[in-house]
């Protein structure tokens, strides 16, 4: 099974985004934590994610980020130390945002079982269309009374000789 | 110290500057938006030390010390990035990098990477 080489378990991606939060945002303290129970229904939701490619065995992951705009915006405002009432733009959303998937994307690359190559962050209203591809797994994490939803798929890819 | 530091994210840029202050570097900072750039400033700011990402548009950050080491340009380079595998630690390695600092990072990893560059 190619979804063996995605070995990242859950553990894993908590530790990883604790790990990220608590360095770029939250000045070492961990705020993070894994979340019991349903996630709430997103009004206005957004997306944020990195591909993680092996094109010589036609394969590749994709770590997803998920959350809402506005939590996006409270990250995207604790990462630029902002004011809590600022506005905050579209270009500093997708940036923040993107930067956020981009980490932690590229630490779950890390513990891949083959080496890959990390695409650039693509920042979304919507979430990525994923229906080709295997579902790894997910977490669903409370920041700050806030949710976030990190997301592993397995990517089919034509192999590249 | 005059430093370039290198990433195509602005977020990023501010999380490196702000946390080389809470190391106790306060330099000179210069800032580039990608490889090219990199390239480019390196060759015409000539500074102290290059703080780069490695995964950029237009030149990634290896390929922008690659260029530069061909250019016959050696300044101190070091890699800030989110990819801290041991291929890539190795492939920094071979290209003349002097350290790669995985994010997300600590005062603390600056310290321990800057600190013996620095003498």
């Not at chain 1, 809590?84 to 513990?111: C, M, P, Q, R, T």
């Not at chain 2, 800032?31 to 490695?54: C, F, H, R, T």
């Not at chain 2, 041991?86 to 990072?105: H, N």
């Amino acid at each position: 099974m190619r979804s063996g080489l995605v070995g990242v378990d859950r553990t894993q991606m908590l530790a990883i985004t604790q790990d990220v939060f608590a360095a770029m945002v939250d000045g070492g303290e961990v705020l993070v934590s894994a979340r019991f129970g349903a996630v709430p229904e997103v009004v206005d939701p957004v997306a944020a994610w990195v591909d993680m490619s092996v094109p010589s065995l036609g394969f590749g992951a994709r770590a997803v980020v998920r959350t809402d705009r506005p939590t996006a915006d409270v990250l995207t405002r604790a990462l630029l130390m902002m004011g809590d009432d600022e506005h905050v733009g579209l270009d500093d959303f997708i940036d923040a945002f993107g930067e956020l998937a981009n980490v932690v994307g590229g630490n779950v690359k890390s513990l891949l079982s083959v080496p890959a190559v990390l695409s650039l962050p693509t920042v979304s209203g919507q979430a990525p269309v994923m229906e080709d591809n295997q579902f790894i797994q997910d977490i669903a994490l409370d920041w700050r009374g806030h949710v976030f939803v990190i997301e592993l798929w397995m990517l089919v890819l034509e192999p590249v000789a | 110290m005059y430093v370039l530091v290198a990433d195509d994210s602005r977020v990023m840029r501010q999380i490196v500057i702000r946390t080389l202050r809470q190391a106790g570097y306060e330099w000179n900072i210069i800032e580039a938006n990608d490889g090219q750039e990199v390239y480019d400033m390196a060759l015409s700011e000539k500074p102290d030390l290059i703080l780069s990402d490695w995964n950029m548009p237009n030149a990634t950050g290896i390929e922008a010390l690659q260029a530069l080491r061909q250019a016959g340009c050696n300044i101190p380079f070091g890699f800030v990035t989110s990819e801290g595998s041991s291929e890539m630690r190795e492939q920094a390695d071979a290209a003349g990098a002097l350290f790669l600092v995985a994010k997300p990072f600590t005062a603390e990893a600056f310290r321990e990477v800057l600190d013996p560059v620095l003498g």
